[in-house]
């Protein structure tokens, strides 16, 4: 697994982590916004989505990013919600580049 060496909110919104393999990922806030698998957002014992698309402001922006240990992120989100963790694995997972995306399941492509 890797781990992030620096993470930042870019000017336009992004968020951007460059990974300890040299990996460089950049989400965008709201599929990462509706990726959020807390409690409020999606049933923890059925994984049933709580949370409406269309409730998540299509303008939605990343407020405020602490870490939680040493496997993951709580973002503060300008809807208010907060209380989601995304582990440094499902981030690494989520990553939608054209690299990642092409790149057979498990693996990930050279940077």
Known sequence: MSDPRRTERRPDGRLA????????????PRPLRLACR???CEDEWTGER???ATSVPEEISLVDIRPVGRYGY???WSDGHNTGIYTFERLREMCGCDDCRSAAPGTRADP
Do not use: M
Not at 17 to 28: K, Q, R, T
């Open 38 to 40: 807390c409690a409020h």
């Open 50 to 52: 709580r949370l409406e």
């Open 17 to 28: 982590i460059l990974w300890d393999d040299g990996h460089h990922a950049v989400y965008e």
């Open 74 to 76: 709580q973002f503060n």
